[in-house]
């Protein structure tokens, strides 16, 4: 199923809490970055298809200032981003090196990609900050990434934050960090993910009515009766 305007509105209304239970109950416990974290708070849900870039630890002899002007180099890859996708960087969890500074993100923008997400770091944070770009990582470094890591390509399969990231999977972003949703699962994330965040604001009602949670959470077949019987 491909990720429609439609599709993208319907996933803007689901945390990824929400997305993380749905697809735990089909056996898929995997899904949430690990170090994705927002680098702004309050930055709005954000849902796209994932750009990939992929790091590997450095070789002097490759990850030099000199590489940034290589056909394969972080600069080549953001002319490669289409517009709406999110990029999704394989930094191995290296802290001690920014992938992404301003004016990389600035180009971002500039071409309409949607958000940054990486289990590393950036680096100019400030600056960073100031393009709009909104960015999930594990926190910032003042030296460059050339300082830790070699870029090696984009556009196929990595690991960021620990889980398996494929080119065009789908990624949900929000306060509680990314998570990915495989193709194969977007229309039962679609179908299911939007009543999951209607039940559970059902249930915060009956506990806010003074509700004990034995039997509403989870609900027992008088308690699914009474919430059926609420959405008629």
């Known amino acids: ?116 997400i990486t289990d590393g770091v950036v680096r100019d944070v400030e600056g960073v900050l100031g393009t709009g770009l909104p960015v999930w990582c594990d926190g910032y470094a003042a030296p460059p990434s050339v300082a830790g890591l070699t870029f090696v390509g984009w556009g196929e399969p990595i690991g960021c934050g620990g889980v398996a990231v494929f080119p065009n999977d789908i990624v949900v972003a929000d306060q509680d960090g990314a998570v990915l949703i495989p193709q194969a699962f977007l229309d039962l994330i679609l179908a299911e993910g939007a009543e999951q965040e209607r039940m559970e604001a059902w249930i915060v009602n009956e506990v806010n009515n003074g509700a004990a949670l034995p039997g509403l959470y989870p609900m027992n077949a008088e308690t699914k009766a009474r919430y059926a019987a609420s959405k008629k």
């Open 1 to 116: 199923m491909s990720l429609t305007p439609e599709a993208v509105a319907t996933l803007s209304r689901v945390s990824t809490a929400t997305i993380t239970t749905v697809l735990l109950k089909k056996g898929l416990r995997n899904v949430w970055m690990r170090g994705t974290k927002p680098l702004r708070p309050g930055q709005p849900r954000l849902v796209g298809p994932a750009f990939t870039l992929r790091f590997v630890p450095a070789r002097e002899d490759l990850a030099t200032p000199e590489s940034w002007s290589s056909p394969i180099s972080t600069r080549t890859a953001i002319e490669a981003m289409p517009q709406g996708c999110i990029a999704v960087v394989d930094a191995m969890g290296v802290k001690d090196a920014g992938i992404f500074g301003d004016i990389l993100c600035a180009r971002m923008v500039k071409r309409g990609v949607a958000a940054l």
